[in-house]
């Protein structure tokens, strides 16, 4: 491992998980667009004020609807963004858990807040049944699931977003770092495998990760949600809070589930 001036360790983890400063700096949301989002659909769709913001990173988003009048729960499996929420976006109760199964109570919220494609960590049939289970546990009944992720769909028949890397350059902290990624479909494993390769003006090394996302058609997700008990609302391509354009105050959902980004609003049977 070796570390830039600024001490942050480039390591062949997660960088971005690892070093939640450095995530805020790659992924800035000074107007808190992802968390107007979410709270503009708990409110148009009735929630109660007990939310969890399952996958909630470096706390951006719970802090912000916690700043919305909510009681707010955040929980993330990295202890390193934890750490990092609690101190610098205080408000909601942190704590961790696996979104592949967690056990926070038995209907001790309203509504399940899940951005910025966390659900399509769940690879495997079992790890989303796990998820949607957890979720039905822990939500009243009546209850909502929010979710913000990539759409399987949009890769049918189209590769503009695997043809070529995507380079990323910010500086942080007097250090400038370059991103560079691939994605391509492993279609055996109906995923979306992500290869980024990462550099620094330090001196330190290269360093290449690897991750991947579930690709889960709209269908195919309804069928899913309809055997955990619960009924969507809406599905839709956007406006989102990572769509172009972006969702904007006032905005109605979609009806269509073509593009790049696919939004989820169910409600769980009462």
Known sequence: MTADPSGTPMTSGNLLTDNPALYEARFPDP???AGRW??????????????????CGTGRDAAHLHGAGRAVTGADLSEAMLAHARTHHPGPAYVQADLHGFDLGEGVFDAVVCLDSSLLYCHANAQLDGFLASCRRTLTPGGLLVAEMRNGAYFLGRTDLLDIPTVD??????TTYRSATN???????QLLRRIRVWSADDGSPPVEQHSAWRLLFPLELRHFLAAHGFEVLDLHDGPGPRTEPAWREGESPGVTADGDRLHLVARLSA
């Open 183 to 189: 994605l391509f479909v492993d279609r055996t494993a």
């Open 169 to 174: 350059t910010f500086t942080w902290q007097g």
């Open 31 to 33: 107007d808190r667009l």
């Open 38 to 55: 979410a709270e503009d659909c708990l409110r148009r769709h009735g929630a109660g004020p007990r939310v969890l913001d399952l996958g």
